[in-house]
C-alpha cells in the first residue's frame, strides 16, 4: 500500500524554469508569485563542505566564476555573481546556501524536492552532508523535503545519515536493474525523464509502491498526457504557463 503523498502535483523547476537566474532566491521568490508552492533546486558541496545550489559541475554558465565549483571554499563561492548571466534585472544576485533557500521555504510553507548533485567524485558525501543538514533544518515539520538524484552512491549517503528523509531515484534512461537499486535504497518516488512514462512503468512503479514524477514538462500535451496516466508530480520550468493549482 503506497503510503500518503504530502506533495502538490506542480513543482517549480530550479524556482522559476527560465523566468530568473536559476537555483537563486530570486528564483524562488518568483516562482511562489507565480502561485507555486513546491521547488526543485540542485545542491552540491563546496570544498569546505558547505551545501550551496547549483546544477553544473562548473561555474561558467550560472555565475561569472571559472572552473569547477566543488573546488572552492564558500567564502569564494559567495562573491559570485549568479544572476548577471541570466539578465540585467538579475545582476549581483549571489549563490545561495541550501540553508538559506531552506530558510526561505520554512518561513513561507514552501515543500522542496532537493536534488543531490555531486561534484564528480563527491557522491557518498554529498548525499550525506546534504541529507544530515536536512535532517537538522526541517525537523520537526510535518513535511520534509524530498532528496533525489541520479546517482545512486550519493542516495545511499542520504539514506546512512537520514534514513527517514523520503527518497527519489533521479532516471534519464531505464537502465538494467534500476528498480532493484530503487528499492534497495529505499526510494519512496521515481522522478523520470517525462517520455519514460507510459502505463506499463507507471503500473511498475505503483508495485514498487513508488510515487511517480516528472521531469521538466513545458508543453501542455505533454503535462495533460502525464496527467491522464495518473502520475503524482510534474515538475517545469513553464511557472508562467500551468496553473500549480491546476
Known amino acids: 500500500m503506497t503510503a500518503p503523498w504530502p506533495y502538490p502535483r506542480w513543482i517549480a523547476h530550479r524556482g522559476a524554469g527560465r523566468l530568473a537566474p536559476e537555483n537563486t532566491l530570486a528564483a524562488f521568490r518568483l516562482g511562489a508569485q507565480h502561485g507555486f508552492r513546491m521547488f526543485e533546486c540542485d545542491a552540491k558541496l563546496s570544498s569546505d563542505g558547505v551545501p550551496f545550489l547549483m546544477h553544473d559541475p562548473t561555474l561558467e554558465r550560472t555565475t561569472n566564476g571559472k572552473g569547477t565549483g566543488g573546488v572552492l571554499p564558500w567564502s569564494e563561492l559567495a562573491q559570485l555573481d549568479a544572476g548577471g548571466w541570466h539578465s540585467r534585472l538579475y545582476a549581483g544576485e549571489p549563490l545561495p546556501t541550501l540553508e538559506n533557500l531552506a530558510r526561505y521555504c520554512l518561513a513561507n510553507g514552501f515543500l522542496l524536492n532537493i536534488e543531490i548533485k555531486p561534484t564528480p567524485g563527491t557522491e557518498e558525501q554529498t548525499g550525506r552532508v546534504v541529507a544530515e543538514q536536512a535532517a537538522r533544518m526541517w525537523q520537526g515539520q510535518a513535511v520534509p523535503p524530498l532528496l533525489s538524484s541520479f546517482q545512486p552512491q550519493a542516495l545511499a549517503g542520504a539514506q546512512a545519515a537520514a534514513p527517514h528523509l523520503p527518497r527519489a531515484l533521479l532516471l534519464d534512461t531505464l537502465w538494467d536493474g534500476w528498480a532493484d537499486v530503487a528499492r534497495q535504497l529505499g526510494c519512496v518516488a521515481l522522478v523520470c525523464n517525462y517520455a519514460l512514462w ?42 508562467d504557463l500551468f496553473s500549480p493549482a491546476g
Open 198 to 239: 507510459d502505463a506499463a512503468l507507471v503500473d511498475k512503479a505503483r508495485g514498487l509502491g513508488m510515487r511517480t514524477l516528472s521531469y521538466t514538462v513545458n508543453d501542455e500535451w505533454a503535462a495533460e498526457r502525464l496527467i491522464a496516466l495518473g502520475t503524482d508530480g510534474i515538475i517545469t520550468d513553464r511557472v
